[in-house]
């Protein structure tokens, strides 16, 4: 009856091992997934205030000419270099 016994609580014990090893991997891969996530929403807060500042800019020098120098030059400038002289 010893043996039978000891074999049921060992039983026991495993099941509950196998148990809580599954909850723990359950919870580790939560834990992971919401680190990635984070991770994630902070890229798109930094993509999103990239694009309010561009825009703000846009806003801000819509509508204005501006001439620049030889040596200067604007990041969202257009450069014709494909032009012919017209006599």
Same mark, same amino acid.
Request: hydrophobic share 40%; aromatic share 6%; glycine share 6%.
């Given at each position: 009856?010893? %043996?039978? !016994?000891?074999?049921?609580?060992?039983?026991?014990?495993?099941?509950?091992?196998? /148990?809580? #090893?599954? %909850?723990?991997?359950?919870?580790?891969?939560?834990?992971?997934? #919401?680190?990635?996530?984070? *991770? *994630?929403?902070? &890229?798109?807060? $930094?993509? $999103?205030? #990239?694009?309010? %500042?561009? #825009?703000?800019?846009?806003?801000?020098?819509?509508?204005?000419?501006? %001439?620049?120098?030889?040596?200067? &030059?604007? !990041?969202?400038?257009?450069?014709?270099?494909?032009?012919?002289? /017209?006599?």
């Amino acid at each position: 009856m010893e %043996v039978l !016994e000891s074999s049921i609580t060992g039983a026991f014990k495993m099941i509950l091992m196998i /148990v809580g #090893a599954l %909850v723990l991997l359950r919870f580790l891969g939560q834990l992971m997934n #919401a680190k990635r996530n984070l *991770e *994630e929403e902070r &890229k798109m807060n $930094q993509r $999103q205030r #990239a694009l309010e %500042v561009e #825009a703000q800019k846009k806003r801000k020098y819509f509508g204005k000419t501006r %001439v620049l120098g030889k040596n200067q &030059k604007d !990041e969202n400038s257009i450069e014709d270099i494909n032009f012919e002289e /017209v006599e």
